[in-house]
T-cell receptor, first 112, second 116 residues
Framework: KAGVTQTPRYLIKTRGQQVTLSCSPI?????VSWYQQTPGQGLQFLFE???????NKGNFPGRFSGRQFSNSRSEMNVSTLELGDSALYLC???????????FGQGTRLTVV | AQKVTQAQTEISVVEKEDVTLDCVYE???????LFWYKQPPSGELVFLIR??????QNEISGRYSWNFQKSTSSFNFTITASQVVDSAVYFC?????????????FGKGTHLIIQP
């Protein structure tokens, strides 16, 4: 079965712009979580969506937002980009609860 | 707050050696889940194992084995007879059940280099 698909794989944006990243979960999975990975901070939890509702949110500013659609696909938006937002953004899908999460290949965002 | 510590930043061994990756965690939850993931250069995190806090049985899967010791809050991962394809960054992660907004709390990762 198809894995988690993230698009685009690479993005280059300018400071102050906004960006939208997309994640298609594994079929049947209703939970989608987003993580930011940087060399300095490592992997950090952004938020989780389940059945179109945000269930959990990490310690990130309001510039980071997301949503989930009825088909469980999710998007993540970052507004007013800063240089420090440059990172690998990973999406994970699962059946929810504390079941194993399966990750996509990520979107590499570079802010210049 | 939850915390996962992987003290080994990088380990380099020669192929066929056994290697153990350490993971120590902190949580106030009585029920929690522990995970190991592998991240090859392609970037995707590959799920390896999930363990709940009530199951302290060690697990073996092929060349991989995991040692969960609640008394020392450790969940170590051993690769037996390592192979070059095992080279990757390995992450230990924790998921609590006490509420809050933690998602998966990851350690900083251990970069494992298997030399031919």
């Amino acid at each position: 079965k198809a894995g988690v698909t993230q698009t685009p794989r690479y993005l280059i944006k300018t400071r102050g712009q906004q960006v939208t990243l997309s994640c298609s979960p594994i079929s049947g999975h209703r939970s989608v979580s987003w993580y930011q990975q940087t060399p300095g901070q490592g992997l950090q939890f952004l938020f989780e969506y389940f059945s179109e509702t945000q269930r959990n949110k990490g310690n990130f500013p309001g510039r980071f937002s997301g949503r989930q659609f009825s088909n469980s696909r999710s998007e993540m938006n970052v507004s007013t980009l800063e240089l420090g937002d440059s990172a690998l953004y990973l999406c994970a899908s699962s059946f929810g609860g504390h079941t194993e999460a399966f990750f996509g290949q990520g979107t590499r965002l570079t802010v210049v | 707050a939850q915390k996962v510590t992987q003290a080994q930043t990088e380990i380099s061994v020669v192929e066929k050696e056994d290697v153990t990756l350490d993971c120590v965690y902190e949580t106030r939850d009585t029920t929690y889940y522990l995970f190991w993931y592998k991240q090859p250069p392609s970037g995707e995190l590959v799920f390896l194992i999930r363990r709940n806090s009530f199951d302290e049985q060690n697990e073996i899967s092929g060349r991989y084995s995991w040692n969960f010791q609640k008394s020392t809050s450790s969940f170590n991962f051993t690769i037996t007879a390592s192979q070059v394809v095992d080279s990757a960054v390995y992450f230990c992660a924790l998921s609590g059940t006490g509420g809050g907004a933690d998602g998966l709390t990851f350690g900083k990762g251990t970069h494992l280099i298997i030399q031919p």
